[in-house]
């Protein structure tokens, strides 16, 4: 045997050796990595999203017992009282009213302890990607500490105005706060929506005034953010008009009713910034096939369909079933199973249209998609707040 070839068998069995001797990978540790990051982000959505079934029960039980009252001094009661005793209907609006009020001190509860469970989550994933960063030399804790800022910074904000001014509104007698303070920290709070709303704004428009050149697809995608952000302002703005009317005027169905309309339209800015972007799509895109153009032009209108009807059920629904039930429980059966039934063919429809006719390509939808994802989960941290204290006359 040569020189040469006995060295070289001899690197062989030394590399055999080492890598042997190798810890082997663990595809456990990856996999509960990966069901951590996607359980904490689930957790995440699910807070979000039952913050936002808060404030929206909120608004519209708030609105329905306001609506009810009103049809009560109108005479209401009278007109659908042969209705009512023939199918039984013998409760008052009032014992409806007292029953819901059995859910108050824990709707109380969970507004400041949702927001507390949410910044809790944030902080702690952002401690763990620091913590990470450190125990690794090739990556800067400093850049990592300002990537996860830049990522949770804005809902950790939030939730931390939020959570502290449900906290004082909703237990003020034993946070020590004088009642006449809670009315301007609540306008306070409506304020700093609008602010939030706007620097998140300038920054996005800030990091893409970065980029050198945006593709048509890109320049659509940012006007309909753009459009997003104005939607949200608008909402915002008539939040703070419905709440300051109450200082000036005694009217709290209409007061009430604002509310409600604020509030559909938070939750309703996504289906909006969907909208908008078909449209800006369709009015880019020149097909020369006229079935194609035929087929984006529905999809377009499709879209502005959805908008509006999910804005309709959002803002009325609720309150529409809780005022029916007030007057009339045969009446309200009939409005919820008509909700149940659009809201099953809605959903069927969407699907269906989704499957068979898609208005973008594969990897530019699922880039619309996961853009309004994610702005829809900031949309539903917007959309949380403590709800509009209208006076009674």
């Known amino acids: 045997m040569s020189k040469h070839r006995f060295f070289h068998t001899r690197r062989k069995k030394k590399h055999r050796q080492s890598v042997s001797q190798m810890p082997p990978a663990n595809p456990s540790v990856i996999q509960d990595n990966t069901s951590s990051l996607i359980s904490t982000d689930g957790l995440r959505s699910l807070i979000s999203r039952l913050n936002a079934y808060r404030t929206w029960w909120n608004c519209s039980r708030r609105l329905s017992g306001f609506a ?14 042969p209705f009512n005793v023939a199918f039984g209907h013998h409760y008052h609006p009032g014992d409806l009213n007292a029953l819901l009020d059995h ?18 989550l944030n902080a702690v994933a952002l401690f763990q990607q620091v913590v990470n960063a450190y125990g690794d030399p090739r990556l800067s804790a ?12 804005v809902s950790m904000f939030n939730d931390l105005v939020w959570g502290t ?18 009315g301007p920290l609540i306008m306070s709070a409506y304020l700093f929506d609008v602010l939030l709303f706007v620097a998140r704004w300038m920054t996005d428009a800030h990091r893409t005034g970065e980029k050198t050149a945006l593709t048509p697809l890109l320049q659509d995608e940012w006007q309909a953010k753009c459009a ?8 915002a703005t008539v939040l703070i008009v419905s709440y300051g009317s109450t200082f000036f005027i005694q009217a709290p169905v209409a007061c009430a009713s604002m ?40 999809d377009g209108r499709e879209a502005n369909q959805r908008f509006w009807l999910h804005l309709l059920s959002n803002t009325c629904s609720a309150a529409l079933v809780l005022t029916a039930a007030g007057l009339s429980w045969p009446i309200a059966l009939c409005l919820t199973l008509s909700l149940f039934s659009w809201q099953s063919q809605e959903a069927g429809a969407s699907k269906a249209g989704y499957n ?10 699922r880039s619309l998609r996961s853009s309004i994802s994610s702005q829809e989960d900031a949309t539903l941290e917007q959309a949380q707040h403590p709800g509009l204290i209208c006076r009674k006359p």
């Open 142 to 153: 400093r850049a990592v500490a300002g990537q996860e800022l830049e990522k949770y910074g």
């Open 103 to 120: 859910s108050r001190d824990s709707l109380r509860a969970l507004s400041v302890g949702l927001y507390g469970a949410r910044f809790m």
């Open 68 to 81: 009810t009252g009103y049809l009560e001094d109108a005479g209401v009661l009278d007109v659908l009282k």
């Open 259 to 298: 509310n409600m309309l604020a509030n559909g339209l938070y939750n309703s800015a996504g289906d909006y910034q969907r909208a908008r972007h078909s449209a800006l799509t369709l009015r880019r895109e020149q097909s020369p096939s006229v079935i194609a153009s035929d087929q984006r032009s529905n």
């Open 165 to 182: 001014v449900n906290l004082l509104t909703n237990y003020s007698e034993a946070c020590g706060l004088p009642a006449q303070y809670i």
């Open 356 to 365: 068979r006719n898609r208005l973008f390509s594969g990897a530019d939808e």
């Open 228 to 235: 997003y952000y104005q939607f949200n302002i608008v909402a």
